[in-house]
């Protein structure tokens, strides 16, 4: 791969006016949010029943925002039904533990979808009475949930763009009534070929989605890493097409599954840290708002006698960063050190070395320089500046964690490590 250069020169103050920030509220919130799902409760997966455990395990790896849905079949199914008791309860623990919300809305009642323009006038209710409620505890609002499923799950594939955009455009326009200083983001997209994130995403915009929205929220599973770079470089230009004015980028899902059983390769532990590490760091250099890991917990239990094609069979449910016992994945470690850093630092320069890469970022206190880099020849070149004397990884082996150290720069790591020079 050539050497790519990307200079962001972001400053502090300027970084609202890039990216459309309206809002009168400073910004408190991580830049690392997690999908926790604690508004979810089911029979083959409840953590509704362990919301504060799971609020409790954001805190304690320096997060302090989390994504979750706020289904429209469940708190208002018909005309006469409306049912608080599952959020009301998880906007009050969030509360208590500083705990912010990215509440995603939508989750259409399965009768309505096969004419939803039908049924906008409760969706309407729905959408006002939901941002009434919680005017003062919730102040960012992702609007459905990858309506281009080509399956349908959550959106009907025959009911593109028009309606859709008519279901947002009316929606944002409640919020923006009932809370001007919210963040409105557009419906996180998947991103597979398949699913043709790109081409909704321009019919959408052809119908005028981008002026009632403040930021654009993504699901690049299929875009890790320095993969990541041209994918956000393509979505900038499409949105500067379209509007004058520069719009958030959120990844609202991104995740790698692991399994204990998988000791290298892409389903283990070192695997899933480094990969969701890079892609945090790739998009926050980026321009990304914020980026949101799916998710906290496994959703299956891990059978140490499973043999490893039965793992790969239901891998779909160990995308945790904790497994279900609630014992910390490398990544959980990962992500808690990275968290713990990145907020200090504004990103100024990228460059993509080979196989690997260097960030620029200066410390928002003193203006110093770091480095976060991986790779062997971008790590090279930092280990030969002898003005670096101090560097710290999330280092993780099966038997072995070692966090928040700093260690000697002779010490050794992988070329996949995610490695912070300073």
Known sequence: MNSILFKLYILLIVHNVMFGMKSSLIDTSSFIGVCSQITRQSKAYNPYSIHKDLLNACSDANINFTRTGFKW????????EWNWAITDTIVNSAKIRNVKILALIGSMPVPFMESPLNYIDLWLEFVDSLTIRYKSDIFHWEIWNEPNI??????????????FAE??????????????????????????KKSNPFGLWESLFK???LEKIDGVAYHPYKYPGLKLIEFNKKLKKLISKYSKNEKQLWVTEFGIPAVSSVNSGKFSFNYQKDQILQSILVHWATGGSKFFIYSLIDKSEMDPRATRKQNRQKIKGFFGLLEKN???????KGVKWLSSIINDYNPLEIEVISDGIIITALNKKNGEKAFFSWGSKANNRLYDNKSINSVSFAKSTKKEIQLDTEVSIKNTFGNS??????
Request: hydrophobic share 35%; proline share 9%; glycine share 4%.
């Open 167 to 192: 279901y947002v455009i009316r929606a944002a326009e409640i919020i923006k009534k009932n809370q001007p200083e919210s963040i409105i983001l557009l419906s996180g997209l998947a991103s597979s």
């Open 417 to 422: 490590e995610v490695v912070y020079w300073y």
């Open 326 to 332: 609630m014992l910390q994945k490398p990544s959980y």
């Open 207 to 209: 119908l005028n989605v």
């Open 150 to 163: 080509r399956s349908g799950k959550y959106w009907p594939q025959n009911q593109l763009p028009e309606p």
């Open 73 to 80: 079949k469940f708190i208002h199914p018909s005309k006469d």
